[in-house]
């Protein structure tokens, strides 16, 4: 079998952590009704677990397939995955988002917002002076959620977090 | 008929949904125009926001954005080479070219008449078509609507992505992501890990809002350091006689992306390239060689993008079938609006109808105006920078996500939705499917099962009901293509096909 479609780094462990997910997914599909009947509650998950786990197999033979026979060294292939999957904007994003989260929950959605928007902003315009950066990003972070506030609160009617 | 343009006017004489129309399309062409941020995107954060709203105010907002982001996206792949919504890749292809000769101005004149074209010629087929398919779709059983709704997420599954298995495993995980929680038909809980927090399902909002909002802004932080390019741009307004040079290819186009859009899955890209491939063998003289600024290149695409907006909305409309990502998204949006679009909405609800229609032609007018008008905001407003703008989506997408049902469960899952979103994403796995099949999901699972019963869960039965019926007959031909056209032994097939073919004709 011969693929069509570029490799990605680190597809092959992706894959496989996919259809270890799918298969703890199909044990709880199975506790729903097995298969009694093909109208029966657990067929319809059972059939998409099948869908999904037979297609992922192709794609794990894919990934196989397309591993090279000289393999690198491990930092070059770590490297390159950081590359294409996690670059540094992205590896300080998703915990930032998370510890946004959190701050909604403990400081309310003004003051957890301000610190996300002035951190982010801060972050990701690393190329400018540190104090024109960090005075843009708290003016941008104050005008936003203030607009936001204003906009959403009063013309949507939507509540907060 | 005087009922038809009653509610076809709506918009036009109530000052407050004009002004929603117009204030939808502007952002919609502001939106669209910025390269990271998606009409479906948009729309997706937007959905939760007008909750509170009459359904008609949400809907002229929605249907404005829609409109307008589809033309936007042209905007910035003439003068940054940057598509700005996927509509607008084949745009690219002539209009920066274009752009580097400095005729950005002219190019950007001429899009925004032939997109103004497309999408009158696709509201007129909107109009026309969708009360005859309501019609038949009226006899429809439920085999039917199961058979569409595979077909829907096959065909956006082969025509996005890397591979079709890639767009089936998108697709399935949607499905199963729509299974979660109390089976409408037994009450029993389906996929829940004995949480009672997961017996009400996943807010299928908050998956969209995380897959087109969070995941596209993360897959947006890889390219966060790419310069901002400034903006020249002169006089836009076309003459008369290059709109009527190029009036037959906008028109033909045209017709393309109403055929794609109608197709449930395919939308405006597809629609856009299908079209572009149509002028390059259909021009045999273009105005330069296509590639290099060729304006039969930029008329194309952007008929064929604009015209797909009114074709995607038939199915929508009468058929409870999403025609792409945008109109699966505002299927939620009348889900939450208590509607249920279907063959029975044209009968029960027609006023909905003419009034989609109506708003559609109305942001059509308006894109024209705000297209021709206002180039020195335009330039400004994308000219901001990612490192600014990324991250207020990110708020944008928490706060709509909050506002789903005012509970923080919901933000903490269009997260969790963002970042598997962001991971399928770089390994090639389109979003379109995923979200897709959180909508068909329930109608293909609904009406299988419906099926099943009136078979008595016999298999012979089901088979046979798939064949002896012609309009299932034919959806049932439209899936074994579909398939068939992923394999790879798709393209020796078809070669032998044309051969025979040419030998009976020789």
Redesign the interface.
């Known amino acids: 079998m011969t693929s069509s479609h570029p490799r990605h780094p680190g597809e092959f462990v992706l894959t496989l952590l996919l259809i270890a997910g799918t298969l703890l997914l199909g044990r709880e599909a199975l506790r729903i009704s097995g298969l009694s009947g093909p109208s029966s509650p657990g067929f319809g998950p059972l059939a998409m677990i099948v869908v999904v786990l037979v297609g992922l197999l192709v794609e794990l033979l894919r990934a196989a397939l397309g591993r090279s026979g000289e393999r690198e060294p491990t930092p070059v292939r770590l490297r390159r995955f950081a590359a294409a999957v996690l670059p540094p904007p992205v590896l300080g994003a998703v915990p930032l988002l998370i510890l946004y989260l959190i701050g909604l929950e403990l400081l309310g959605f003004v003051i957890a917002s301000i610190v996300f928007l002035t951190v982010a902003i801060g972050l990701l315009l690393h190329d400018r002076p540190p104090h024109s950066r960090i005075l843009l990003a708290v003016a941008v972070a104050g005008g936003t959620v203030a607009t936001i506030r204003l906009l959403f609160q009063e013309l949507f009617q939507v509540l907060l977090p | 008929m005087d009922t038809a343009l009653g509610y076809f006017l709506t918009s036009w004489l109530d000052p407050d949904l004009l002004v929603l129309v117009a204030v939808g399309t502007l952002a919609g062409i502001y939106i669209g125009a910025i390269p990271g941020l998606s009409v479906t995107m948009a729309v997706s954060i937007l959905i939760?926001?007008?909750?509170?709203?009459d359904t008609n105010e949400a809907l002229a907002l929605m249907v404005g954005i829609y409109m307008g982001g589809v033309y936007g996206g042209s905007r910035t792949a003439i003068l940054l080479n940057i598509p700005g919504a996927p509509a607008a890749i084949a745009t690219a292809l002539d209009g920066y070219p274009l752009a580097q000769r400095g005729e950005a101005g002219r190019a950007i004149g001429v899009t925004t008449v032939v997109s103004f074209i497309g999408g009158l010629v696709g509201i007129a087929a909107l109009g026309l078509a969708a009360p005859l398919v309501a019609e038949v779709s009226l006899m429809f059983a439920p085999r039917d609507y199961m058979l569409l709704g595979i077909l829907g997420l096959l065909l956006v599954a082969s025509l996005s992505g890397?591979?079709l298995?890639?767009g089936?495993?998108a697709g399935?995980?949607g499905?199963?992501v729509s299974?979660v929680g109390l089976?409408t038909?037994?009450a029993?809980?389906?996929?829940?890990?004995g949480s009672t927090a997961l017996l009400s399902g996943v807010s299928y909002v908050a998956v969209m809002i995380g897959m087109f909002g969070?995941a596209e802004?993360?897959v947006q932080?890889?390219t966060?350091?790419s310069p901002m390019v400034k903006q020249n741009v002169d006089r836009i307004v076309p003459s008369l006689a290059t709109v009527v040079k190029h009036l037959p290819l906008a028109l033909r186009c045209s017709a393309i992306g109403v055929w794609i859009g109608a197709l449930p899955g395919a939308g405006g890209d597809i629609a856009a390239l299908m079209a572009y491939d149509h002028a390059k063998k259909s021009i045999e003289k273009p105005s330069r060689p296509f590639g290099q600024g060729a304006y039969e290149g930029l008329v194309a695409p952007e008929a064929a993008n604009n015209a797909a907006v009114g074709g995607a909305f038939i199915p929508m409309l009468t058929l409870g079938i999403p025609g792409d990502a945008v109109t699966a998204v505002i299927i939620a949006a009348l889900f939450v609006h208590g509607l249920r679009p279907g063959p029975n909405l044209m009968v029960d609800t027609p006023h909905l109808f003419w009034f989609t229609v109506g708003n559609l032609t109305l942001a059509n007018i308006f894109m024209l105006v705000f297209g021709l008008t206002g180039i020195r905001l335009f330039a400004k407003i994308v000219e901001v920078?990612?490192?600014?703008l990324?991250?207020?989506v990110?708020?944008?997408s928490?706060?709509g996500a909050?506002?789903i049902n005012?509970n923080?469960a919901d933000?903490?899952w269009a997260?969790g939705f963002?970042?598997l979103g962001?991971?399928l994403r770089?390994?090639?796995y389109q979003l379109g499917p995923v979200v897709l099949g959180v909508i068909l999901g329930p109608i293909v699972?609904a009406n299988?099962?419906r099926t099943?019963?009136g078979v008595h869960?016999s298999?012979a039965g089901?088979a046979l009901e798939l064949v002896s019926h012609p309009i299932t007959l034919v959806l049932l031909l439209g899936i074994v293509s579909s398939v068939l056209r992923g394999t790879?032994f798709w393209p020796r097939l078809a070669a032998k096909l044309r051969r025979s073919a040419g030998r009976a004709a020789g």
């Open positions: 939760s926001f007008t909750y509170a709203w890397e591979s298995v890639k089936v495993i399935a995980i499905i199963l299974m089976d038909m037994t029993q809980p389906r996929l829940t890990f969070i802004a993360l932080l890889h966060i350091g920078p990612k490192a600014i990324l991250p207020i990110g708020v944008l928490v706060v909050y506002a005012n923080l933000v903490w997260v963002g970042i962001y991971v770089v390994y090639g699972e299988f099962r099943m019963i869960e298999w089901f790879p």
